[in-house]
Nanobody, 123 residues
Framework: QVQLVESGGGLVQAGGSLRLSCAASGRTFNSRAMGWFRQAPAKGRELVAAITSSSNTYYADSVKGRFTIARDNAKNTVYLQMNSLKPEDTADYYC?????????????????WGQGTQVTVSS
């Protein structure tokens, strides 16, 4: 069993930055691919960024060059640094862990989810 706890969301002006953190429990963090998803009102959940157990990364086109995902295996934590934020980045952001080392873009491929943290970007 893995528990994920996100933090770092909030309200920021367009062009600003936020860093989300996701702390994971359990001893299997190092062997899991991790992802950050977001869900805006009336929209589906989409993968924003993901990282393999060996720190290979994936980014959605909409965030490339602005967001950076990283993991600290010693701290069982994955981060999402979000720069140059836009109003369209406004959403609930969720951390997710999957049983496996590789990335998948589908939410169905992830087995554990955090409770979410809200990010609001004002124009």
């Amino acid at each position: 069993q893995v528990q994920l706890v996100e933090s770092g969301g909030g309200l920021v002006q367009a062009g600003g930055s936020l860093r989300l953190s996701c702390a994971a429990s359990g001893r299997t963090f190092n062997s899991r691919a991790m992802g950050w998803f977001r869900q805006a009102p009336a929209k589906g959940r989409e993968l924003v960024a993901a990282i393999t157990s060996s720190s290979n990364t994936y980014y959605a086109d909409s965030v490339k060059g602005r967001f950076t995902i990283a993991r600290d295996n010693a701290k069982n934590t994955v981060y999402l640094q979000m720069n140059s934020l836009k109003p369209e980045d406004t959403a609930d952001y969720y951390c997710a862990a999957r049983t496996g080392v590789f990335i998948t873009t589908s939410p169905q491929g992830y087995d554990y989810w955090g409770q979410g943290t809200q990010v609001t970007v004002s124009s």
